[in-house]
């Protein structure tokens, strides 16, 4: 056992290896470096390519390209798969590519100009060169451009043991694969049926009698995001996917579906935190002001919203000055609930675990919340500015504009994404700058009118 947990840790990506591989790479030491990378995973070698610097990047491949092989051009990330690729050569760039499944390749070449893409087709054989170009016909996004084209095919009439002999005759296997595909004449997939289920059943078992109740298809043409739902709902381990006249034109395993819903949650992150949906650790300054500065700005507008209603009660603030000290409390506290409530509304509108159908139960659900949160703060505030500035009326006001904005927070939080989603617009992408801009200006103005009201 020490022996295998001493194995794993020579094989794990850790800062002792990424300063021994930079100081190799300096040294221009390829046979070090060698040493160094031989033992780690694909998608070791990816992170460490995506951690380092651009320059230290191209160095590294300079030294090492000639070992990049398909599964770790799979595995880079989007942001630097280009970079990586222009530094590789023809002949291993064929060989990389030639090891890939076809959606794995599909992979790589969506997010590549026409050039690299070219490269690439170029590369693969005539057979696998067609099988990605008609994926890539599909829309991007589609459920034809997430399938791979490489499938596991018997009549529906064939026995166990008729499958298991075809299974060890055949040449063209996928490298992995869940289940076997039972078709009609048509080459309409009418079933499927697991490899262990065939291993464990009698040679003259009809196939049809040991077929999954999980059985599923989707046309190429449907969505990925509703393809991964469907596959998180019912645990599929793989899907046919089908031509708008019913005939099987690949499948969709699981990690793939995991992935869009990875990508899906990520992106949605991102969104609401106004960073785009692209951001990057290895972006550049550049880059990276690009994909920020247009949120920024949309919120320096917004902000101008609450400013503008400040300047009504400058009379209010002038005449009791502590009002400005406290009107940062009541705004922060109804923004993080805002965002507790929207994080919560968007997550469950991406798992669509909050629909039309529910919508009003869960409003009333955050109603509820953010009387009761309102409570409990006002409580805690009001005690708390009588007792330090000796001022009943000024907690009471406070408790009260703290009840306001916390209800404010709450119907906004799960209010506003499901208008924009009703709307057809993306909830993840603009909810929480409406959020925030209410539950600021709705701060603002309760605290100070109800402050121009019972203390002026």
């Known amino acids: 056992m020490a022996e295998h947990l001493a194995e794993a840790e020579d094989e794990m990506l850790d800062q002792a290896r990424i300063d021994a591989v930079l100081e190799a790479v300096e040294a221009g030491d390829a046979t070090t470096l060698e040493e160094l990378m031989a033992p780690l995973h694909a998608a070791d070698i990816a992170d460490l390519l995506e951690q380092i610097s651009q320059s230290d990047r191209r160095a590294l491949l300079a030294l090492w390209s000639h070992e990049i092989d398909g599964e770790i051009l799979s595995e880079i990330s989007d942001a630097i798969r ?32 026409p050039p690299q893409q070219g490269m690439i087709l170029d590369a693969l054989a005539d057979a696998d060169r067609v099988a990605v170009e008609q994926a890539m016909a599909f829309p991007e996004g589609s459920a034809g451009r997430l399938m791979q084209r490489e499938t596991v095919v018997v009549p529906e009439h064939w026995t166990v043991g008729e499958a298991i002999d075809f299974l060890r005759k055949s040449d063209h296997l996928p490298d992995q694969f869940y289940h076997v595909i039972l078709v009609d004449p048509v080459m309409s997939p009418v079933g499927y049926a697991t490899l ?156 669509r675990d909050l629909t039309q159908a529910n919508a009003r139960r869960v409003v009333m659900r955050e109603l509820g919340a953010g009387v009761l949160n309102g409570m409990g703060l006002a409580l805690i505030l009001g005690f708390g500015a009588w007792g330090i500035f000796g001022d009943a009326k000024l907690g009471l006001v406070l408790g009260m504009a703290m009840i306001v904005n916390q209800i404010v927070a709450a119907l906004g939080g799960v209010m506003v994404p499901l208008t924009l989603e009703r709307m057809g617009l993306d909830p993840a992408l603009a909810s929480g700058t409406f959020v925030t801009t209410l539950t600021d200006v709705m701060g603002f103005f309760a605290f100070l009118g109800l402050a121009s009201v019972l203390l002026v």
């Open 82 to 113: 280009e970079e990586v690729i222009e530094s590789l050569s023809p002949e291993v760039l064929a060989e990389a590519v030639r090891d890939l499944e076809s959606d794995d390749v599909v992979d790589i070449l969506e997010d590549l100009e």
């Open 196 to 351: 262990g289920r065939i291993l464990s059943s009698g040679r003259e078992v009809a196939l049809r009698d040991i077929i999954e109740d999980s059985f599923r298809t989707v046309e190429a043409t449907d969505d990925e995001a509703d393809v991964a739902y469907i596959f998180n709902q019912y645990h599929l381990i793989s899907c046919p996917v089908v031509d708008a006249g019913g005939r099987l034109v690949g499948v969709i395993t699981i990690d793939d579906a995991m992935n869009v819903l990875d990508e899906e949650h990520g992106e949605d992150m991102l969104r609401l935190a106004g960073v785009g949906d692209e951001a990057s650790m290895s972006d550049g300054a550049f880059a990276t002001m690009k994909q920020r500065l247009p949120w920024l700005v949309v919120n320096l507008f917004t902000a101008s919203l609450s400013a503008l209603v400040i300047s009504r009660f400058e009379a209010t603030i002038s005449s009791i000055l502590i009002l400005a000290a406290l009107m940062p409390i009541v705004a922060s506290t109804g923004g993080i609930a805002g965002t507790q409530s929207l994080a919560v509304a968007v997550r469950a509108l991406a798992t």
